[in-house]
């Protein structure tokens, strides 16, 4: 089958004591699927243990995953066109919905059982009509789905109810928007500033490519109002991390330790992870 990664996301255990699950997009030799994992700590050290394997129709060019529950989660799709087509459509139809910015990108909603023989239960799309819909986070209070129009440089926010997800606004960024992630009351987003360099780096033409993080916050402190009717009222971007690529080059995502105020970055090409320190 193949395992190649792309989006992982964490369920955290509920008040039953259920472990947690990891969830990972495996863009397999065959077919798209998410894994799932149990994941224990044991004697100090992480364990993960295989639960199931989801697949689905609906499972065409998923990207990155946003776990809501212990067996529902969002899940973005950056093309409706993929190289998993026939010849001579899989080396023509996704080069035209790329470089025509078509809005062809999706994010679903993705109900689950993990015992034997059950799988998918549903799949809602939630969210439409995107450019390369990439990452996707949700806020802690449950009020906001965010996701990354990589192509459009910019950040689409949706409110999110138990029934609904409805466009609000839209956030521009100076940078593709790769992935996202909440840090408290910001949401970073961390992409590439400039795509000729990163596409010459995806060819082996080039040895590094620019990195950019930044931080989306409410102006409003309030926290008795959602995150959502915060940002509604208007918004703070600020950059937290550059780089010219000779640091880290390409980021790809980043994510806040809170209590230790430490921020990681990792990048799409690359070996290492950034470690900074962060400040709120």
Avoid at 59 to 82: G, K, Q
Avoid at 238 to 249: I, R, Y
Wanted: glycine residues 6%; hydrophobic residues 45%.
């Amino acid at each position: 089958m193949g395992f190649h990664p792309l989006g992982i996301d964490i369920a955290l255990s509920d008040s039953s004591g259920t472990p947690s699950r990891l969830l990972v997009i495996n863009h397999g030799r065959h077919k798209p699927t998410v894994e799932v994992f149990h994941v224990k700590l044991e004697c100090g050290l992480v364990a993960l243990t295989y639960e199931t394997t989801l697949t689905h129709p609906s499972f065409v060019a998923p990207n990155a995953i946003a776990a809501i529950s212990f067996d529902s989660f969002f899940l973005s799709h950056d093309h409706y066109f993929t190289n998993r087509m026939r010849w001579p459509l899989n080396t023509i139809l996704p080069w035209l919905e790329t470089f025509l910015l078509l809005p062809l990108g999706k994010v679903d909603l993705i109900s689950f059982e993990a015992l034997p023989g059950a799988g998918v239960r549903k799949v809602q799309t939630v969210a439409r009509n995107i450019v390369c819909a990439n990452g996707v986070a949700v806020s802690a209070d449950g009020s906001t789905l965010a996701v990354a129009s990589t192509a459009r440089a910019e950040v689409l926010i949706y409110s999110k109810d138990t029934t609904t997800v409805k466009f609000i606004t839209s956030i521009r960024v100076p940078f593709g928007v790769d992935n996202l992630a909440f840090a408290g009351d910001q949401l970073l987003a961390a992409g590439h500033p400039y795509a000729p360099e990163l596409m010459a780096l995806m060819k082996n033409k080039s040895s590094r490519a620019p990195s950019y993080v930044s931080a989306i916050s409410p102006q409003s402190a309030n926290q008795t109002q959602s995150w959502l009717t915060r940002i509604l009222v208007g918004a703070n971007l600020t950059t937290v991390f550059m780089s010219d690529g000779s640091f880290l080059s390409a980021s790809s995502g980043a994510s806040v330790d809170l209590e230790m105020r430490i921020m990681f970055v990792v990048a799409l090409y690359g070996s290492g992870v950034a470690k900074c320190n962060y400040t709120l």
